[in-house]
């Protein structure tokens, strides 16, 4: 990426919209209607700049890329994967952030005031590009003991889903959902308590546990509500725990998530804190659905991060 100097930025009339689109997001089943939300957002009366990508490293690099060329806002259209990659350019800065939920798990979208249309979500995104309106909102910043840091919008998981995710990630067959199913039973045959230390706001809780998870907002995994008190506009972090579950006890539990009553078992913990920091042997961590960075590392809930267009 060459070196952006003032000469670099266009005039600020003519300043694109950067669309990152994902045209596989939720198996393709929005597909079709990717061109009227493009035809919907460039009403806004400014050029679309839409980002090539193939692979997520190449998506995250053209959103970098982008913004620093002086893109007048950023819309991501697809999943929450998708959104993720986005974040990371537009987090801690002031340039706009649109999104069209399209995905499997439109949780970060949804939660944050999108509507669950794509094409009534790029309306939105319109309206607010014509009214030049924001609504700011908060994000959680990932740092890892090396200093590398990522942004998430949803839920961090650190605890079973993450290693299902691990677990599925490494594995070449089956395709599609199936291979994630063959996950959940072999890591369920594998299931055991890990050690964690936890720091919330420097006070150490020192903890064996099956579930981890960390939200900024409530949901995760496509209506999931893991951290069902989160609020994306409070400066604080939810962080749920479950403690030393049985399989039958986990399997009993999981499908209480949907709707956020599994913290009324005794087993689990629930705190809110503005710094998260944990460390457990042998996890990587998944926010937003995406592999992330490996444990320990320390969370903190940045208010304001990002600014949303939406009326």
């Known amino acids: 990426m060459h070196a952006v100097t003032a000469d670099d930025h266009p005039s600020p009339a003519d300043r694109p919209i950067a ?5 596989t997001a939720g198996r393709g ?22 980002l090539e990508a193939r692979t997520r490293t190449q998506a995250e690099a053209a959103c970098r890329e982008a913004v620093a060329e002086g893109a007048a806002a950023l819309v991501a259209v697809g999943g929450d994967g998708t959104m ?24 970060f979208a949804e939660a944050t005031g999108f509507p669950a249309d794509p094409l009534a979500a790029a309306d939105a995104v319109t309206a607010a590009l014509r009214q030049g309106r924001t609504r700011p909102v908060d994000l959680a910043r990932i740092t ?25 990630n490494r594995m070449r067959w089956p395709r599609g959902p199936r291979r994630y199913d063959l996950a959940i039973l072999v890591e369920l ?14 006070v150490t809780h020192e903890t064996e546990a099956v579930l981890v998870a960390v939200g900024n907002c409530p949901s995760y995994g496509g209506g999931m509500r893991i951290c069902p008190d989160a609020d ?24 209480k998530i949907y709707r956020g009553t599994h913290v009324h078992h005794p087993l689990a ?12 042997a042998e996890i990587t961590t998944y926010a937003d659905g995406e592999r992330c960075l490996p444990l320990p590392i320390t969370i903190t809930a940045t208010p304001t991060a990002l600014h949303l267009l939406l009326p």
Do not use: S
């Open 232 to 255: 994306p506009n409070d400066g604080l972090l939810d962080v749920v725990v479950g403690g030393r579950y049985t399989r039958r006890t986990l399997i009993r539990e999981k499908p």
């Open 19 to 23: 669309v990152l689109t994902n045209p």
């Open 189 to 202: 045959a594998r299931l055991r308590p890990r050690h964690y230390t936890l720091r919330l706001d420097g």
């Open 269 to 280: 913990r629930t705190y809110r804190a503005r710094t998260v920091e944990i460390a457990a």
């Open 29 to 50: 089943r929005h597909r079709g209607l990717l061109p009227e939300v493009l035809d919907r957002l460039a009403a806004g009366g400014r050029p679309l700049r839409v």
């Open 84 to 107: 993720h990659l986005a974040l990371q350019a537009v987090a801690g800065t002031p340039v706009p952030f649109g999104a069209v939920p399209a995905g499997t798990g439109n949780d």
């Open 144 to 168: 890892g003991p090396d200093g590398a840091h990522r942004w998430y919008g949803g839920v961090l998981a650190a605890g079973f889903d993450a290693i299902v995710n691990e677990r599925a």
